[in-house]
């Protein structure tokens, strides 16, 4: 069981920490052509749900991931709106 | 709880489809230098650890969730790699 909590606690981090590094280079280079719109839309979307999902099911890990998550999915979203015009 | 539940496989839904866009962005304009290797170098190995646990937790929505998106992100991964080079 401890091995099991274990994997899905190093889940968790490496799935929510890998949008640190994308939101970072975003950032840095504003480059954003490479980036999918359709994507980062759905998935903002997603992770939303998946947030009010854990709000619903009183599951604070879920929400504490998914808060994090939706913060920099967020942020990649809106600097390919932002960086796309300029 | 029929909400609750709609609301999950919406989340799944969105959060695993969500990377077809951009796999199918990448493999059509192989324009890789605003996708971050950092990002999809530990969210594969999350994704992994995801689909791991799932097993271990005989939580088959869990598994076949992260089976879809584990093909569609070690694609862009490799994709990253490939036209990085070229």
């Keep these: ?4 909590d274990l994997i899905g606690y190093c889940a968790a981090t490496l ?7 994308q939101a970072w280079h975003t950032f840095h280079t504003r480059d954003v052509r ?5 994507m980062y839309s759905a998935f903002t979307v997603g992770v ?14 879920i929400v504490v991931a998914n ?4 913060v ?3 942020a990649i979203l809106v600097m390919k709106l932002r960086y796309h015009q300029a």
């Design 15 to 21: 799935t929510t920490a890998s949008f640190v590094p």
């Design 48 to 61: 939303l749900c998946w947030t009010v999902y854990g709000l619903l099911m009183d599951a604070w890990p």
């Design 1 to 4: 069981m401890l091995l099991t």
């Design 34 to 38: 490479g980036i999918s719109l359709g």
């Design 72 to 74: 920099l999915a967020l």
């Design 67 to 70: 808060c994090i998550t939706l």
